[in-house]
Structure formats: C-alpha cells, structure tokens
C-alpha cells in the first residue's frame, strides 16, 4: 500500500512539474530533485539569488492551485 502511494504521489508530482513554466520547473528541481544551491541554479539563469527565490515561490504557489496535486496536499 505505501509504494503504490508513493507512486501515485509522484506521478501526480511529475505531472504538475510538466505544466509550470521552463524556468520555474528548473528551479524546483535544482532546489528539491538535485538539492543544488540557490546560488548554482542562480548562476546556470543568470539571474540574482533574490529572483530565483521569487521564481521558486512561484512555482510553489502555482502547484498549490492545481487540483491534480490533492491527494499530495492531504
């Protein structure tokens, strides 16, 4: 019963990641896939650390709204 859930979970996951935008999605998954530093995934955009904090709660924000992810939010 947990690996079947866990399955599920994370095909919910990889869904909701597949309709973010490219940047966000890379964000999310330096930050929690590949546990990089902010400052790597700042560098690899080219962008300030402050911004890729902001595109990350984004993100986060965005996954929040999407109903598909409801069982991942129990």
Excluded: F, I, M
């Excluded at 924000?61 to 109903?67: H, I, N």
């Amino acid at each position: 019963h947990g690996l079947v859930e866990l399955k599920e979970r994370n095909g919910a996951l990889q869904a909701a990641l597949d309709v973010l935008p490219r940047r966000e999605r890379l964000v999310l998954s330096r930050s929690y896939l590949e546990q990089r530093p902010l400052r790597e995934t700042a560098e690899e955009l080219r962008v300030p650390e402050w911004r890729v904090c902001q595109l990350r709660t984004q993100a986060l924000s965005r996954l929040r709204r999407l109903p598909e992810l409801e069982l991942v939010n129990e």
